[in-house]
C-alpha cells in the first residue's frame, strides 16, 4: 500500500514537473528562436510560437507578451500601410488579454508604449495627436508601477530622439532619458530567464548616434 | 496490486506514443498559398507556421480525435476534427478572408465621410481643416466636394440646384439652425464653428437617412470632439485678430474654453477693398465643451457657443439707384447636451436637447429690421443590435421654433409666428451578405402651424461589384417648410418637396478612390409669389416646381504620408425651376452647369511644413438681363480661383508653434457672381448695371499660434 502510495505520489509530482518543465522548456525555446529572428517571417514565426503556448497557459502574461512583442516588431517591419493596423490589432489583443492576467505589470505598459509609434507612422498627420498623449499616459503608468523597469525610460528617450525639435524632441532632450535607461539597464536583473530583459543593447546603440 | 498494475498500465500508455506527423498547404479561396498561418493541435503547444509557399509540416505527441487550428491576421480562425492515429500528409486548409472594413459593402449613395475612426471613408478631418481656399471653414471645404456648386457671393452652400437653406446642419445629431455668421448683401458669410472641434463628419448630397429632415437637398452632420487628450492651452495671432484656447483633461472629464476676436481693419487696409466698410466686420465668439465619460461606452457632450458679430458699409444699392448705410448686429447662442451609451449588448441610446437663440438687428439708414429665431429641441434615439447583421434605429425628436421679426419703416410692423415640429423614425439596415446590404426607413413629421402630417420613404442598398467596387443606390422622398420670409406672412403654404434618386459607383483600392455618382432630384409644391415681401397671405402659394440631374465625379490618391496627396472633383449638373416670381421654368442664377475642383496636399518631413493649394473652377452661370426679352437669359463669366495654404511647424521661445499663411485668389482672377440691374430704364431705354464681384480681389490671412 505504501509503495502504490509512493508511486501515486511521485507519478503526480512527475507529471506537473513534466508540465512545468514544458512550458519552461518551450518558453526558452521560442525565446531563443525570437532573439535570432532577422525577418518578418521569422518574427511571424516567433508570435506564432507564443501564441500557442499562450492558449494552454492561461494563467500566464509572459507568452502573451512575447506573442505581442513579436506581432509589434511585424507591424515595423512591413512596409504596407494596410496591414499594420491589421498586426496592431492582433498584437492589443494580446496584450489586453496579458493585462487581464497581470493587470499592475509595468513591462505590459512598456510594451504598449512600443506599440502606439507604430500607430503613428501609419498616419502620423492624424495619429500623433491622438497617441502621443496616450504613449506618454502608458510610460508614466510603467514608470510609476516599477521604477526600476529600464524599458520605460528607453522608449521615452527614442520616442523624443526621433520626434523633431520643432515639436519639443530631439537629442538634447532625449540625453537624460537614455542616461537614466542606462544606469537602470545596468542594474536591471530580470525576474527570471524567461522575464523581459531587452533594451540594453539598442539603448547603447542609440546613444552613439547622440 | 491490481490497482498498481492499471495505474503501471496507464502510466505506460502515457509515455508509449508515437509521435504522429502532419503537414499540408494552407491556401486562400482563391488557390494562393498564405504565408505566417499558426497550424496547431488546440490545446498542445505542437504546432508550426506555414513558409512562404503556405506550405507547414509538425510533429505532435497527442493522439486520437484533436482539433486542428489554423489563424492568421486577416482571415477567418479555421478548425477542422482529426483522427490523430497515423500521419496525416497532404493536408489542403483552405482560409477564408475575413471581411475587413475596408472590403465590406457599404451603403453611401450620396454621402461623403471624413473620419479619422473608419478606414472606408475618403477623408480625413483634417481634410476639412487644411483644404486651401476654404479659409478653415467647414462649409468652404464641403464646397469643394463633387454635388457643391461655387457661389462666390453667399459662402453657404448650395448643393445640387438646391438654395443654401435646403441643406440643414446637425452638430452630434441635433439642429444647428443658423451655423453661418450674418450677411451683408452680396457679400460672402461663413460658418460659425471651427472645423478642428469636429473628429467626424458626413456630407450628404442627397438620398439621406430618416433620422434627418426638413432638408430638402442636403445635410452635413458633425460629430464633436470626445475627451481632450491632454490639459494644453493655445494662443494664436492673426492678421485680423486673436484666438485662445485652454483645455483641461481629468480621468473621466475633460473641459475646454476658446474664445476669439476677429477685426478685419488690418487686412481690409492692405488689401484693396469692392466695399466701402463704415465699420468693419468684428467678431466675438466664445466655445465651451465639457466631456463626461459615463462608462466605457457612455459619453456625455456638453457644448455651448456665444458668438456676436457687427458690421457696417455703404451698399451700392444699384436697383434702387441709391447708397444705403447697412449696418448689422447679430448675436448668436447655441447649445446643446448630447447622452450616448450602450445600454447592454443589444440596445444603445442616443439622446439630447438643443437650444439656439439668434438676434440680429439690421439697419437701413433709418429703417430697422429686428429679427430674433428661436429654437429648442429634443431628441431621443434607440438602436438595436439584437438581429445578427442587422440595425435597426428608432427616435423621435420634437423641434419648438418662434420666429419674431419687427420692423421699422414708414411705420412699425411686427411679423412673427411659432411652428411646433414632432417627427418620429425607424430605419433598418441590414447585411443580407458580405457584398449586399440593405437600408429602409420611414420617416413622419407633424407641423403645428401649418397642420401638415407626411410620412415619408427612405431606401437604399449596397452592392459589392468586385473585391474593390461597389454599387450603391438611394431613393427618399424629403419635405422641408416653407422659409422663414414667406410663413411670416402667410401659413396657408404646404412643405415644399423634392424626390431624389442616386445611383452611385465607387472603387476603391489601397490609396486610390473613384466615385461616379449618377442623380436625379424632382422637386414640387416650391413656394411662387407674384411681388417679393408682399404681405397678403394671397401672393404666395405651392405651384412651383423643378428639376435637378447631373453626374459627379471624385477622384483622390491618397499616398502614403509625406507624398503627394489630391482630389479632383467634377460636377455636371442640368437644374430648372419655377419658383419664386420666375415666369418661366429656367436655370436659377445660382447654379453652374460645370463644377471642377483640384485640391492638392502635401507634407513635406524634412522642412516640417505642410502645402496645399486648390483650384476651382465653375462655368458661368446666369443671371437676368432685362434689356433683353428672355428671362434669366444673361451668363456671367467663367469663375476661377487658386487658393494656397502654408503651414510651418517648429520652436519659438521654448514653445511649440504653428505658422500658417492662406493666399486666396493669389492670381487675381477677376471674378464676377453677376449682375445688379436698375429697376427703371435710363433716358436712352436701357436698364443699366453693375457687377457682382467679390469683397476684395485677393485675400492674404496670417495665423501664429502657439502651444503652451
Known amino acids: 500500500m505504501k509503495t502504490l502510495l509512493t508511486l501515486i505520489f511521485s507519478l503526480v509530482v512527475l507529471t506537473a514537473a513534466a508540465q512545468g518543465k514544458n512550458y519552461e522548456t518551450a518558453m526558452t525555446a521560442a525565446l531563443e528562436k525570437m532573439k535570432s529572428s532577422e525577418t518578418v517571417a521569422n518574427f511571424q514565426e516567433a508570435a506564432n510560437t507564443f501564441e500557442r503556448i499562450s492558449m494552454t497557459e492561461t494563467k500566464e502574461w509572459l507568452p502573451l507578451y512575447y506573442a505581442s512583442y513579436s506581432m509589434i516588431v511585424v507591424s515595423y517591419f512591413d512596409q504596407d500601410v494596410n496591414k499594420k493596423d491589421a498586426y496592431l490589432d492582433k498584437a492589443q489583443q494580446f496584450l489586453d488579454k496579458a493585462l487581464k492576467i497581470a493587470p499592475d505589470e509595468s513591462e ?13 507612422t501609419v498616419d502620423p498627420m492624424t495619429r500623433g495627436m491622438e497617441y502621443m498623449p496616450k504613449m506618454n499616459a502608458v510610460l508614466d503608468k510603467a514608470i510609476a508601477l516599477n521604477p526600476e523597469n529600464p524599458r520605460s525610460y528607453y522608449l521615452r528617450a527614442i520616442t523624443l530622439f526621433n520626434m523633431p525639435e520643432q515639436f519639443g524632441g530631439g537629442a538634447e532632450v532625449a540625453r537624460p532619458h537614455f542616461e537614466t535607461a542606462k544606469e537602470k539597464f545596468d542594474k536591471f536583473e530580470p525576474e527570471s530567464p524567461l522575464h523581459p530583459n531587452w533594451g540594453k543593447e539598442i539603448n547603447e546603440m542609440e546613444m552613439k548616434k547622440l | 496490486m491490481k490497482t498498481r498494475l492499471i495505474i503501471l498500465f496507464q502510466f505506460l500508455i502515457l509515455f508509449a506514443h508515437a509521435q504522429v506527423e502532419i503537414s499540408g498547404v494552407v491556401q486562400s479561396e482563391t488557390g494562393s498559398p498564405i504565408t505566417g498561418v499558426n497550424i496547431f493541435i488546440q490545446g498542445t503547444y505542437d504546432g508550426t507556421t506555414s513558409d512562404s509557399l503556405g506550405v507547414f509540416s509538425f510533429k505532435t505527441e497527442t493522439s486520437g480525435e484533436q482539433t486542428l487550428v489554423a489563424s492568421c491576421v486577416g482571415f477567418e480562425t479555421y478548425g477542422e476534427q482529426l483522427n490523430l492515429t497515423n500521419n496525416i500528409t497532404d493536408l489542403k486548409i483552405v482560409l477564408i478572408e475575413e471581411i475587413s472594413e475596408l472590403d465590406e459593402v457599404i451603403i453611401n449613395a450620396g454621402t461623403f465621410e471624413a473620419s479619422d475612426k473608419k478606414k472606408s471613408v475618403v477623408l480625413k478631418p483634417l481634410d476639412v481643416a487644411l483644404t486651401a481656399g476654404a479659409n478653415g471653414d467647414i462649409f468652404g471645404a464641403f464646397g469643394k466636394l463633387p454635388g457643391s456648386h461655387t457661389v462666390g457671393e453667399e459662402g453657404r452652400l448650395f448643393v445640387r440646384g438646391g438654395e443654401s437653406y435646403e441643406t440643414k446642419t446637425f452638430m452630434d445629431g441635433m439642429l444647428v439652425n443658423t451655423p453661418y455668421y450674418s450677411k451683408m448683401p452680396d457679400l460672402p458669410t461663413r460658418g460659425r464653428f471651427s472645423p478642428i472641434l469636429f473628429n467626424g463628419s458626413v456630407f450628404s448630397t442627397g438620398g439621406y437617412s430618416a433620422e434627418y429632415g426638413q432638408a430638402l437637398s442636403s445635410i452635413v452632420a458633425l460629430n464633436t470632439v470626445a475627451l481632450e487628450p491632454e490639459t494644453k492651452s493655445s494662443i494664436s495671432v492673426l492678421s485680423v485678430g486673436l484666438q485662445g484656447s485652454h483645455a483641461k483633461r481629468w480621468e473621466n472629464t475633460s473641459l475646454s474654453i476658446s474664445g476669439e476676436y476677429l477685426n478685419t481693419a488690418l487686412t481690409n487696409k492692405i488689401f484693396k477693398q469692392n466695399v466701402e466698410w463704415l465699420k468693419v466686420p468684428v467678431i466675438v465668439g466664445s466655445t465651451m465643451l465639457f466631456r463626461q465619460k459615463t462608462s466605457e461606452t457612455g459619453m456625455i457632450k456638453s457644448f455651448a457657443s456665444f458668438n456676436y458679430d457687427t458690421s457696417s458699409l455703404l451698399y451700392d444699392n444699384f436697383e434702387q439707384s441709391a447708397f444705403q448705410e447697412i449696418s448689422l448686429g447679430n448675436k448668436n447662442l447655441y447649445s446643446n447636451t448630447t447622452y450616448n451609451e450602450m445600454l447592454n449588448d443589444d440596445w ?42 442587422v440595425t435597426t434605429t428608432f427616435g423621435a425628436e420634437a423641434l419648438i421654433y418662434k420666429y419674431d421679426q419687427d420692423i421699422k419703416m414708414n411705420g412699425s410692423f411686427n411679423l412673427s409666428f411659432s411652428n411646433n415640429l414632432f417627427a418620429g423614425f425607424a430605419e433598418s439596415e441590414w447585411k443580407v451578405t458580405k457584398n449586399f446590404a440593405l437600408k429602409a426607413g420611414l420617416r413622419t413629421e407633424y407641423n403645428s402651424l401649418i397642420k401638415e402630417l407626411n410620412v415619408t420613404p427612405r431606401l437604399s442598398a449596397a452592392v459589392k461589384t468586385g473585391k474593390s467596387s461597389q454599387l450603391s443606390a438611394a431613393y427618399g422622398k424629403f419635405f422641408q417648410n416653407p422659409n422663414d ?16 434618386s442616386i445611383l452611385t459607383w465607387q472603387y476603391k483600392k489601397d490609396s486610390r478612390t473613384l466615385r461616379i455618382e449618377a442623380y436625379n432630384k424632382n422637386y414640387s409644391d416650391l413656394v411662387k409669389f407674384d411681388e417679393e415681401f408682399s404681405v397678403e397671405p394671397g401672393n404666395y402659394n405651392n405651384s412651383g416646381s423643378g428639376y435637378s440631374r447631373g453626374i459627379d465625379i471624385f477622384w483622390r490618391d491618397q499616398k502614403q504620408f509625406g507624398k503627394a496627396d489630391y482630389w479632383i472633383s467634377y460636377s455636371w449638373i442640368d437644374s430648372k425651376r419655377n419658383y419664386r416670381d420666375y415666369p418661366v421654368k429656367v436655370t436659377p442664377h445660382y447654379v453652374s452647369k460645370h463644377n471642377l475642383s483640384v485640391v492638392y496636399k502635401q507634407y513635406f518631413t524634412k522642412i516640417n511644413s505642410f502645402i496645399s493649394g486648390s483650384y476651382t473652377f465653375a462655368s458661368g452661370r446666369p443671371y437676368n438681363n432685362p434689356n433683353t426679352p428672355e428671362f434669366m437669359a444673361g451668363k456671367t463669366k467663367t469663375y476661377n480661383d487658386l487658393s494656397f495654404g502654408f503651414t510651418h511647424l517648429f520652436y519659438l521661445f521654448n514653445t511649440q508653434t504653428v505658422a500658417h499663411v492662406i493666399v486666396n485668389n493669389a492670381l487675381g482672377f477677376n471674378n464676377v457672381f453677376g449682375y445688379n440691374y436698375a429697376q427703371t430704364p435710363d433716358n436712352n431705354g436701357v436698364y443699366q448695371s453693375q457687377p457682382i464681384v467679390p469683397g476684395q480681389k485677393r485675400l492674404i490671412v496670417f495665423l501664429l499660434s502657439f502651444q503652451l
Open chain 1, 108 to 120: 505590459l505598459y512598456s510594451l504598449q508604449a512600443f506599440l502606439y509609434p507604430s500607430r503613428i
Open chain 2, 348 to 389: 444603445m441610446i442616443q439622446t439630447g436637447v438643443a437650444a439656439n437663440i439668434d438676434r440680429e438687428n439690421m439697419d437701413i439708414d433709418s429703417d430697422n429690421i429686428a429679427t430674433s429665431r428661436n429654437s429648442s429641441q429634443l431628441k431621443l434615439t434607440l438602436s438595436n443590435y439584437s438581429v445578427k447583421d
Open chain 2, 485 to 500: 420670409d414667406y410663413l411670416k406672412f402667410t401659413d396657408e403654404l404646404a412643405p415644399e418637396t423634392s424626390t431624389h
